[in-house]
């Protein structure tokens, strides 16, 4: 149906060798036209030169000649719009049997494709994959299942005694008595000097604490 319609690839070298000829044809109808249209100007010129020397007639068959030139130019020019136009139209054509020729051959290799991939290997591909993914599941819950000892441990028993080590540690925090009381203001009365505490004496503990502090800061 597609050969009938746009040709067979021997038509198709064909109509490349006929838009070759007809741009030949183009360019040599151009230079015809160009050789005419100075021919014209020159009988003009001459006509001009007749005029002045007061030759009428002779000026008069330089504008007949002219005119003649005039015709054949004109006559060329609808001879290259007719070029022109059938250019167009097998340039037109050729397009359209190259987008053709494209799509046929996105039809053979979808089609190609098509038979390559089945539907039901998909399918079959389709549930070897859930397959090995359930699979895969089982496994990663088998593997995090505690076995053995840890197994048989009671997760109840073992909330309840972490509340418990909660419980004990809270009730210890409350009961530890205050290390230091916050100091009692001295009121100095005007004119008498104010009598400074003596320094406490650190402890060890605080000394070490002091110690350890400033080796960590060098």
Same mark, same amino acid.
Request: net charge negative.
């Given at each position: 149906? /597609?050969?009938?319609? /746009?040709?067979?690839?021997? +038509?198709?070298?064909?109509?490349?060798?006929?838009? &070759?000829?007809?741009?030949?044809?183009? +360019?040599?109808?151009? @230079?015809?036209?160009?050789?005419?249209? %100075?021919?014209?100007? =020159?009988? !003009?010129?001459?006509? @001009? #030169? /007749?005029?002045?020397?007061?030759?009428?007639?002779?000026?008069?068959?330089?504008? @007949?000649?002219?005119?003649?030139?005039?015709?054949?130019?004109?006559?060329?020019?609808? /001879?290259?719009?007719? *070029?022109?136009?059938?250019? *167009?139209?097998?340039?037109?054509?050729?397009? =359209?049997?190259?987008?053709? &020729?494209?799509?046929?051959?996105?039809?053979?290799?979808?089609?190609?494709?098509? %038979?390559? =991939?089945?539907?039901? &290997?998909?399918?079959?591909?389709?549930?070897?994959?859930?397959?090995?993914?359930?699979?895969?599941?089982? *496994?990663?819950?088998?593997?995090?299942?505690? *076995?053995?000892?840890?197994? &048989?441990?009671?997760?109840?028993?073992?909330?309840?005694?972490?509340? #418990?080590?909660?419980?004990?540690?809270? +009730?210890?925090?409350?009961?530890?008595?205050?290390?230091?009381?916050?100091?009692?203001? !001295?009121? !100095?009365?005007?004119?008498?000097?104010?009598?400074?505490?003596?320094?406490? @004496?650190?402890?060890?503990?605080?000394?070490?604490?002091?110690?350890?502090?400033?080796?960590?800061?060098?």
């Amino acid at each position: 149906m /597609f050969n009938r319609l /746009f040709g067979k690839p021997k +038509e198709q070298t064909s109509a490349l060798a006929t838009l &070759d000829k007809l741009n030949e044809t183009l +360019e040599m109808l151009e @230079k015809k036209e160009k050789v005419l249209l %100075k021919k014209a100007s =020159t009988e !003009v010129e001459k006509a @001009k #030169e /007749f005029t002045r020397a007061k030759n009428k007639r002779a000026a008069i068959q330089c504008l @007949k000649r002219k005119r003649l030139y005039e015709q054949q130019v004109e006559q060329l020019g609808n /001879f290259q719009l007719r *070029i022109h136009d059938q250019m *167009i139209m097998l340039e037109g054509a050729k397009a =359209t049997t190259e987008t053709v &020729d494209a799509l046929r051959t996105g039809a053979s290799a979808m089609k190609a494709m098509q %038979k390559a =991939t089945n539907i039901d &290997d998909v399918d079959q591909t389709m549930d070897e994959i859930n397959e090995q993914t359930e699979n895969m599941k089982q *496994i990663q819950e088998a593997l995090a299942t505690p *076995i053995g000892a840890a197994a &048989d441990f009671d997760e109840d028993e073992l909330e309840a005694e972490l509340e #418990e080590l909660e419980g004990a540690e809270l +009730e210890e925090q409350l009961l530890q008595p205050a290390t230091t009381a916050p100091a009692a203001p !001295v009121h !100095v009365h005007p004119g008498r000097q104010s009598v400074r505490p003596a320094p406490q @004496k650190n402890t060890a503990e605080e000394d070490e604490l002091a110690a350890l502090q400033a080796e960590m800061a060098m």
